[in-house]
């Protein structure tokens, strides 16, 4: 399901709905999507819902 990238992988991360989250842990702030989502920058799964 996860093919060697390309554009096609960007179109679709704009067709869903992403959520802003909030790392707890470095304070980053970014958009996540899915379930499990981790910090793009340390990479932690101790985010939160940023509303
Ligand atoms: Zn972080």
Redesign the pocket.
């Known amino acids: 399901m996860c093919s060697s990238g390309g554009p096609m992988a960007d179109i679709d991360l704009k067709k869903l709905k992403t959520k802003k989250y909030h ?1 707890k ?2 304070g ?1 702030s970014f958009k996540g999507l899915g379930k499990k989502v981790v ?1 793009p ?2 990479q ?1 799964d101790n985010v939160e819902l940023a509303e």
């Open positions: 790392c842990d470095c980053n910090c920058s340390c932690s």
